[in-house]
């Protein structure tokens, strides 16, 4: 991490928004089509005479985040394609010179000021316009480099260094950096540095030029459940977005449902990492019906359980039982009961000590346990932790459930003999 750790605030914020804007929207395809559908450069290039989201309303965007119960929001300023979003002086390439003439990154910048949302920013490092970037065919790459273009790193990254100080210097505070792509591998830290001290507070990821503040696992990263009950190794923040195919705008999108993007949250969440959801507005700038309809059902449920996740340490490894995954505030534990659901009750092997109080934060109602000796724990003679009561709604919904236990005493989480439970 250098001389820069994970900010106090990165810490308790844990629910981000992720914005993928730029020309890509027009065509409502992919944020890459460009490469993706080999679009020549200058016919790509001609988007920009088009782009006029009359309708982006960044307080719109702020508000709608405050509501889902997010705390930070990070947008692309510059993607792949090398188009951005602000008042540039390095690049005639920017949103100034198209109809709309409004700088969007300003704009949403001011707006997260305005009502305390943390203001974070995407920068890719691959440049599919910029001359000097040198286009080789790797992953995210143009296959060469255009005609007239002139292959040069070390122009390339004073075009970039020069960039990223103009967006650190010139939109207030910056509490996020996000970097992607840097596909050759190039290292060298003081770009990192030469950030943080226009920005002391801002945290900065992993995929730049140095390991950054904190890891990025994107979209179905965790696939194994059995992996459940290990931590991260270092600070996380998980990224996905609300379509399957998309980051940006697609018209025809095949969208995740709201329950497994719920499930998707809580798990990285219970492993103590962050999550930053992805939506890419319309053409118009408008964040598209379907899309607000997933956040608005992740929201709900976000804002009734997010107790569970603010300020919490993961702490699965107390049980044996891989269904459910497990945080910690003091004497508070959370059961975070991952779908699909087995069971209108849960066990926690090997813990027994009774709590004094047992709520579903999803409903608020409050719930039956016992410790008792239980058929399928014979061996062991001991007594297990037993909820009851999951609704049956809610178990057949797939949401989630979150179930707070409330303890005398914090001493119940230092029992051993989880083996003694694993068949």
């Known amino acids: 991490m250098g001389e820069n750790t994970v900010g106090e605030w990165f810490s308790s914020r844990r629910l981000g928004l992720f914005i993928h804007f730029g020309l890509y929207a027009i065509d409502a395809w992919h944020e890459q089509a460009q490469m993706r559908?080999?679009?020549?450069?200058?016919?790509?290039?001609?988007?920009?005479?088009?782009?006029?989201?009359?309708?982006?309303?960044?307080?719109?965007?702020v508000r709608k985040a405050l509501e889902l119960g997010m705390e930070y929001l990070c947008i692309t300023a510059k993607h792949h394609d090398g188009f951005?979003?602000?008042?540039?002086?390095?690049?005639?390439?920017?949103?100034m010179n198209t109809p709309y003439k409004k700088d969007i990154i300003g704009q949403v910048a001011d707006a997260c000021h305005r009502h305390g949302l943390a203001f974070g920013i995407y920068y890719s490092v691959v440049d599919w316009h910029h001359p000097n970037y040198p286009n080789e065919g790797r992953h995210h790459e143009l296959p060469c480099p255009g005609p007239d273009d002139r292959p040069d790193w070390d122009k390339y990254m004073s075009y970039l260094e020069g960039q990223v100080t103009e967006l650190c210097s010139n939109y207030g505070e910056v509490r996020h950096f996000f970097w992607d792509m840097n596909v050759p591998g190039f290292f060298d830290p003081s770009v990192n540095e030469s950030l943080r001290r226009l920005q002391p507070g801002m945290v900065i990821n992993d995929r730049g030029f140095d390991p950054g503040d904190f890891g990025t696992p994107e979209r179905e990263y965790d696939r194994d459940a059995g992996s459940r009950h290990?931590?991260?190794?270092?600070?996380?923040?998980?990224?996905?977005?609300?379509?399957?195919?998309?980051?940006?705008?697609?018209?025809?999108?095949?969208?995740?449902l709201p329950q497994f993007l719920i499930r998707s949250i809580a798990m990285f969440m219970s492993k103590g990492a962050h999550y930053l959801l992805n939506v890419g507005?319309?053409?118009?700038?408008?964040?598209?019906?379907?899309?607000?309809?997933?956040?608005?059902?992740?929201?709900?449920?976000?804002?009734?359980?997010?107790?569970?996740?603010?300020?919490?340490?993961?702490?699965?490894?107390?049980?044996?039982?891989g269904d459910v995954m497990l945080t910690r505030r003091g004497s508070t534990l959370y059961v975070h009961v991952i779908p699909p659901v087995k069971s209108g009750s849960v066990t926690l092997p090997p813990l027994s000590?009774?709590?004094?109080?047992?709520?579903?934060?999803?409903?608020?109602?409050?719930?039956?346990?016992?410790?008792?000796?239980?058929?399928?724990?014979?061996?062991?003679?001991?007594?297990?932790?037993?909820?009851?009561?999951?609704?049956?709604?809610?178990?057949?919904?797939?949401e989630?459930?979150?179930?707070?236990?409330?303890?005398?005493?914090?001493?119940?989480f230092n029992q051993t003999g989880i083996s003694e439970f694993v068949g």
């Open 400 to 412: 989630t459930m979150v179930v707070r236990l409330s303890f005398a005493n914090p001493s119940v």
């Open 353 to 398: 000590d009774m709590p004094q109080e047992a709520v579903l934060l999803n409903t608020g109602q409050a719930l039956e346990c016992s410790s008792e000796t239980l058929p399928s724990f014979w061996e062991t003679g001991k007594p297990v932790l037993r909820i009851r009561g999951l609704p049956a709604g809610l178990t057949a919904s797939g």
């Open 230 to 256: 290990s931590k991260f190794g270092r600070p996380a923040e998980a990224c996905n977005s609300v379509g399957m195919q998309s980051w940006g705008y697609r018209g025809d999108e095949d969208y995740y």
């Open 84 to 95: 951005c979003l602000w008042a540039t002086k390095h690049t005639d390439y920017n949103v």
């Open 281 to 321: 507005p319309a053409p118009d700038g408008t964040l598209p019906k379907e899309a607000c309809q997933i956040l608005d059902q992740i929201g709900s449920w976000y804002v009734r359980t997010m107790e569970a996740y603010s300020d919490t340490t993961p702490c699965s490894q107390l049980t044996s039982n």
């Open 37 to 61: 559908r080999r679009v020549p450069r200058r016919e790509y290039e001609g988007l920009a005479s088009r782009f006029n989201p009359d309708k982006f309303d960044a307080e719109a965007i």
